[in-house]
């Protein structure tokens, strides 16, 4: 099969590139010295796991009741389900431990979530491991290091049958909002400094923490040091995407998940070159405008991948509709990619753009043949 | 089956109102003298279908190839696909239309794709019935209704013994940008006007045109008189959302579909209250800002539906987390929603929202009842 035979949209893989990403990632997670416990909330890819997981990692993260039923289905035995918990979600989580026999590590950052999950858990005849989510700056789930609510979280856990403390854990999201690699490395001392400083505040109460969990690629990139940390959780690094380049995080070259689309007109009134890869097929994340103006929901690559075609980029998107601009380059368009041409976007986002598909086809540099199909998780 | 226990985030659809918003898109193309082709690339539900057609409708819109599949297995005969045509799609469709004996009427704004289309359609030996797309203003796909290009793209349909001219349509997009029900109705009579023009030079050159089709659901709201049209297209009032409720193409009453959250946690350094429906359950789409500063992502309701919650919003989204702001309200949440409360967060755009979900969960009002599960089309 070529890529001229796919039905677009496609969602491509290119596996020298994700291979290269997990070997890197893999290097660096032993440079610092902690595990590696990919995120598959991005690649939801049980072939992508296993390329990031080769070498002893010590397990996975994912974000959704669907990607836990899918990893745990592929074998995968010890995950984290890195959302807070909700009570909600303890009998299906339950029986998909018993079904498999996996490991789960949930989230909780009070005591009452705690409570409720212990009380669950012990109607459910269940075991769970609990990380207490810390907020090390990024506003979203978490206590703070040195804040009262810790201890009484830690407490909780302990007094429970069902449950047992996993570690401590953290997500530097502010990351994504750092204007350069010394903002990053910043951030990333912040993320260390916090989850450290809460393992040391348990274990000086006589608290055994055996996990120290950070997360994300860019402070995982960037990060000066780990020290006291044990495992980090990156995920978006398996892929890579623009809004990576413009945090330093990666270069154009890493990207290896890109959409295949077909031209489908040409409108010389808003000078616009439509594709049929749209707000679905792509996401309508805007977070790599740091990169330039001329940026918007992609940049535009050859159907055989390779370098962004200078000066297109994808301006506008609806629903199944996308519209390449390039500006003065217009003219030369209509004849350059007629009616059928067929194109590959790099994304902003890449968690967001390939959610929705339910395989990668595989590719090799640029190479023209499709290699393969990899099936992957989707929806919740 | 309660709402209380569904696995979250759920799409939930609200019977009473798609039911009515239905009847009442019935009534209004009656009242407007055209025939109703609902587009059903937003509800993706071959139920929701039934409804949107119940009393004699011409057929169905669709946006995907996996929307054309999902319907004519559904038994649906006669299925417009509203996108600019790429031949890599042909083969695919021909399949279908052999399987399934679906009539299946195409899009087109060039002779060149016509020639592309008319090769194809001969090696498969296929017969397709042809749309001349044409642009009413919107700079999308299309020609201009007094464009040089719309005799020679009628011809060239004509000169193929394996297409005939279906007729021609356009989709005012524009009318998502107009301030005012006055402006959209006005965009409604250029949508009317560019296609009737285009139907009448046609058959001035001899060219016998049966459909006339315009389409979105703000000009088929609040279109004034859609003389010379034979068909509309609307799709989103079957659900409805925050953004046409900022158009005035509904109120806040007929948005009959939501997504079912949980809380998760609350953090007191951001005043968010964070929920596990985000960027994925929910879309990153913000069409909705019109209606005021404090919607962000969408609007806040009790579990069992009714009025959004005052104050509330969803501030920010990430892959699968929800930020709920609320002001100076933030201390009285963290008592009254607690982590485990499930809310309904109504959606800025219903296509997005809904897309990536495989099923709705059926209520009828504010009862805490799910009447059933509809399944629905995903992907592409």
Chains 1, 2 share one sequence.
């Not at 440079?31 to 397990?59: I, Q």
């Not at 040391?200 to 020290?227: M, Q």
């Amino acid at each position: 099969m070529l890529l001229a035979d796919l039905s677009t949209p496609a969602l491509i893989l290119d596996l020298d590139r994700v291979e290269r990403n997990c070997e890197r990632m893999i290097r660096r997670a032993k440079a610092l010295g902690v595990r590696l416990r990919p995120h598959l909330k991005t690649a939801k890819s049980a072939e992508v796991a296993r390329l990031a997981t080769r070498e002893g990692s010590a397990g996975i993260t994912v974000s959704t009741l669907a990607e836990v039923e899918y990893f745990a289905r592929a074998g995968f035995d010890d995950i984290t389900y890195a959302v807070g918990i909700a009570g909600g979600k303890l009998a299906p989580l339950a029986d998909l431990q018993q079904r498999y026999g996996v490991r789960l590590n949930l989230l909780a950052d009070s005591v009452e979530a705690i409570a409720d999950v212990a009380a669950r858990a012990e109607a459910l005849d269940a075991r769970f491991a609990m990380f207490i989510e810390v907020d090390c700056g990024g506003g979203r789930g978490g206590v703070l290091a040195d804040g009262l609510e810790l201890l009484p979280i830690a407490r909780a856990i302990q007094s429970s049958a069902m449950l047992s403390l996993a570690g401590v854990l953290t997500h530097a999201g502010q990351s994504y909002d750092a204007v350069s690699v010394e903002a990053i490395r910043e951030v990333a001392e912040r993320e260390r400094a916090a989850v450290t400083q809460a393992a040391e505040r348990l274990r000086a109460a006589g608290i055994e923490v055996s996990c120290v969990s950070v997360g994300s690629t860019p402070t995982a990139t960037h990060a000066a040091s780990l020290t006291g940390v044990t495992e980090m959780r990156p995920g978006v690094y398996t892929l890579c995407d623009l809004a990576q380049v413009s945090l330093g995080s990666c270069t154009l070259d890493d990207i290896a998940v890109s959409v295949l689309a077909s031209v489908i007109g040409h409108n010389p009134r808003s000078r616009r070159m439509l594709i049929d890869a749209g707000a679905l097929a792509l996401s309508k994340d805007l977070s790599a405008r740091r990169l330039g103006p001329n940026v918007g929901y992609g940049l535009v690559c050859p159907m055989n991948g390779g370098r962004p075609i200078d000066g297109l980029y994808l301006a506008e998107v609806n629903q199944e509709h996308g519209l390449v601009a390039g500006g003065e380059l217009y003219d030369g368009m209509v004849a350059e990619y007629p009616v059928g041409t067929r194109l590959r976007i790099l994304p902003n986002h890449a968690c967001l753009t390939a959610a929705p598909y339910d395989r990668y086809y595989l590719v090799r540099g640029e190479d023209a043949c499709v290699l393969g199909v990899w099936p992957k998780a989707t929806g919740w």
